[in-house]
């Protein structure tokens, strides 16, 4: 139920946030904080490593907090959940 619930929300914050990963930073706090994933200190520890680890700061924060819920399986369905609805957009505009 975890991994449903990881992949949900993540695939909201990935369709309907706008402006990149620094534009979903606030609605990944609202949904961590609000669903008691992670506190407050743990949050912005993620940010802190996110911002220095290569890649998108979202999949980074996506990856670390379904590591932090569940897990690899967490990370994953999170990580998915984030990234398929611009997957998505891009697999349209090709055909």
Sequence with gaps: MIYLQLFLEFLKIGA?????????I????????GTG?????ELLNMIAIAESTP??????????V?????GFF?????TLGV???SMI????ILT
């Design 89 to 92: 957009v891009i697999i349209l």
């Design 66 to 70: 379904g590591s932090t819920v569940d």
């Design 83 to 85: 990234v398929l609805p």
């Design 16 to 24: 309907l946030s706008f402006g990149g990963g620094l534009g979903m």
């Design 37 to 41: 994933w992670l506190t407050e200190e």
């Design 74 to 78: 967490g990370s994953v369905f999170a």
């Design 26 to 33: 606030s609605l990944i706090h609202d949904t961590c904080v």
């Design 55 to 64: 890649g998108p700061i979202a999949v980074n924060m996506a990856t670390y």
